[in-house]
């Protein structure tokens, strides 16, 4: 392999290991502070359990998504200069933004919420965790402003090859951004939600009934059975505004060689791009069609307009079927989990089960997302400005294979310890319940909480 596919395989693997934890802490900070806002207004104990069970979890994801963040900015300047080079302009401003309004406000306030409890007044404390709730959402506004400007480019102009910022706005909130904001807030509601309830599942399974273990269950739950719903509406929306601004894309999605009316949702297939068809297919008649343009005779764009300036076909079309997949099978358990939860006030045990492998089902997701959308942009880096083999650095390959291995052997290993780690989190709390004193922390709950049984 030439150094292009090895940068891209390493940069791909840097950006898929570093997008597992900004995924968690996005949306886990505004969960520990409904629980913080929970014991303030209730003043009981097992919500201020819960939090700081999940500050710990929260604190590692912080730590790895900043490592393996400046590990992936490096590779800019050393795999990928063309690219700085060409939308630097643009790139680094935005870049530097995330840092000074996001950044900060994480790394300052986080040891309050880590130490700070028995130090400082409740008030400075619960403040500290707005502030870090704020900065994670700020980091993902930045980052994604970036990346959907590489996406659908805005508000700039080419002058000797390199772009110019012409107007902020438009380059902050170019066509897409609004979309692919909202997509991801949501889709690390998701991942939260089931990464709760699954630790809360695999408690329960270990014999835990504390309170404070039910009430993350319910949070879990319920948060993501409320988020799937919309993350659906709001998934087909950015869909629509995808088959405006970047059509070979959605091509790519529903593997549509040719554009017509009455195109079929293509359930299963195997893209041959050789071939220019589907082997092997399996369609609903005019299901493409109805989704994409609201019709049964709307005309959808196919591959074959694209020849020579369209993505590869098969990681797309997967990587999308995958995310859908995912998300229908988090809809059916969610429901179903708060439907006992809500009538019976207790959890099956096949439903502990089925939550529990479930805990990261939000990752798998976010995954194959990002994988349909970044393959999807290509042979661009920014879309229409900038092809990808224009970007690669002069690297040899030897350099940029030996590097890749190391980072996937330290990915895998940090990887491992991280899943052992969280699963050694949630044995503990099992075999704790809550028990362990909390100094500190007042006890006294303005109503007796239901028990749940078995």
Known sequence: MDALILSRLQFAANISFHILFPTITIALGWVLLFFKLRYNATGDGAWMRAYFFWVKVFALSFALGVVSGVTMSFQFGTNWPGFMETVGNIAGPLLAYEVLTAFFLEAVFLGIMLFGFRRVSNRVHTLATVLV?????????WILALNSWMQTPAGFEMRDGVAYATDWWAIVFN????????????????????????????????????DSMWKALRTGVFLGAGLIPVQIFVGDMHGLNTLEHQPQKVAAMEA???????????????????????????????????????????????????????????????????????????????????????????LPRPLAYAYAPMAFSGWVATLAGWYTTEIGRQPWLVTGVLRTEQAVGPVPAGQVGFTLTVYVALYVTLMIVYLGVLTHLALKAAKDGDQTPMPGVRNEPLAQPAQAGE
């Open 175 to 210: 066509p897409s951004f609004p979309y692919r904001l909202a997509h991801m807030l949501i889709a690390s509601g998701l991942t939260v939600a089931f990464l709760i309830a699954g630790l809360s599942a695999l408690r329960y399974l270990k014999g835990d009934r504390s």
């Open 256 to 346: 549509n060689w040719v554009t017509r009316p009455n195109v079929p949702l293509v359930l299963f297939a195997w893209p041959d791009e050789e071939a220019r068809e589907n082997r092997f297919e399996i369609a609903i008649p005019n299901g493409a069609s109805l989704i994409l343009k609201h019709s049964i005779d709307g005309v959808v764009p196919g591959l074959n307009d694209y020849v020579g300036n369209h993505p590869p076909v098969a990681p797309v079309f997967w990587g999308f079927r995958i995310m859908v997949g995912v998300g229908l099978a988090m809809l059916a358990l969610s429901w179903a989990t708060g439907f006992f939860l809500l009538r019976r006030g207790t």
């Open 133 to 141: 709730a704020f900065g994670t959402t700020m980091s993902a506004f």
